[in-house]
């Protein structure tokens, strides 16, 4: 089964640094990889994925991935973090059908 | 555009009374699904659905079912609703165009408590 791992339940950086959310994956054949992120009370929204090609994927909000195959990691990235990034990440890979099977979360806090 | 939409926001049940949860899509997407969130545990998948009159298990769909009458439309259902079931519901859409890598777009979810 397709499945990711999300090692860290929370990670905190002070507003202006640079932040990281970490995700690992597990699967057979090509991963189909994504981001997801939750605000407070709100469904999930999509943040990037990685398909084929560049192992550098932009998405919105100033977030990008780093897929790195040798290391089965797909890592969130922001080069300058802001307090309104302050939310729940979830990386996710497709299973083998439809679906998506998601990490367990990772919280993300930003402080002024 | 509303997107994805879910009724109710909460609901309190009393174990073993049944109810059922709406999803409705303005996107005319194809694919559609139902995710529990616990703490601790993410998103599990409980069914989903790849067409209207299509429906499949997903991870979690003991006691569970859904129906997918209309294209637009998902509901689950809890034919007798227990403890265990209390949790944060959320459906989401996809299109099926260029593969099933799409972007799942979801609603806000339902918080059901069952007493």
């Known amino acids: 089964a397709q499945s990711v791992a999300q090692p860290e339940d929370q990670v905190n950086v002070a507003e202006g640094n640079p932040l990281t959310v970490k995700c690992t994956y597990s699967v057979s054949g090509n991963p189909y990889l994504f981001w997801y992120v939750q605000y407070p009370n709100r469904g999930l929204q999509f943040l990037l994925k990685y398909i084929t090609g560049d192992n550098l994927v932009k998405g919105s909000y100033g977030f990008e991935a780093e897929f790195n195959k040798s290391q089965t990691s797909f890592h969130l990235k922001k080069p300058s973090a802001l307090v309104s990034d302050s939310a729940l990440y979830f990386c996710a890979v497709r299973d083998s059908g439809y679906a998506l099977n998601f990490g367990k979360g990772t919280s993300l806090l930003v402080t002024p | 555009n509303a997107g994805v939409t879910q009724t109710p926001k909460f609901r309190v049940l009393k174990t073993g009374q049944s109810m059922t949860l709406l999803c409705a899509q303005d996107?005319?997407?194809?694919?559609m699904y139902w995710y529990r969130q616990d703490p601790g545990m993410g998103l599990r998948l409980i069914h989903y659905?790849?067409?209207?009159?299509?429906?499949a298990k997903g991870e979690v769909p003991d006691g569970y079912n859904v129906s997918r009458l209309k294209k637009q439309n998902f509901l689950l259902g809890l034919e007798s609703a227990a403890p265990s079931q209390t949790s944060v519901y959320f459906c989401?859409?996809?299109?099926?165009?260029?593969?099933?890598?799409?972007?799942?777009?979801f609603g806000d979810g339902t918080r059901l408590s069952i007493l």
């Open positions: 989401a859409s996809s299109t099926r165009g260029q593969g099933a890598n799409q972007p799942q777009h």
């Open positions: 659905s790849v067409g209207e009159g299509t429906t």
């Open positions: 996107m005319n997407h194809e694919y």
